[in-house]
Nanobody
């Protein structure tokens, strides 16, 4: 089992940047696919980005492609989400998730462990 704790959320103006971090503890971090999801008020949780165990392969939602970058540091048991050119529609609670699958996935159902979430608010 793995425990996940997100940090780095906050309030930022449109066009600004934030970097989210997700620290993992428990079983070997490098054995998990890692993903970021978000949920805005009144909406379903949606996929944002995912990264393979080695960090070589990444996937992004079309809505964040070119603006967000997912990365991981297996030595530090941490996954990051660098968010640039933020828009008001990026406002949501952002969740870190870990999957025991072999390949990255955009489906929340395939992630086994979740953090508590961190709020990101982008003002116009």
């Amino acid at each position: 089992q793995v425990q996940l704790v997100e940090s780095g959320g906050g309030l930022v103006q449109a066009g600004g940047s934030l970097r989210l971090s997700c620290a993992a503890s428990g079983r070997t971090f490098s054995s998990y696919i890692m993903g970021w999801f978000r949920q805005a008020p009144g909406k379903e949780r949606e996929f944002v980005a995912a990264i393979s165990r080695s960090g070589i392969t990444t996937n992004y939602a079309d809505s964040v492609k070119g603006r967000f970058t997912i990365s991981r540091d297996n030595a530090k048991n941490t996954v990051y989400l660098q968010m640039n050119s933020l828009k008001p529609e990026d406002t949501a609670i952002y969740y870190c998730a870990a999957s025991e699958n072999r390949v990255t996935s955009t489906s929340a159902r395939l992630y086994d462990y979740w953090g508590q979430g961190t709020q990101v608010t982008v003002s116009s």
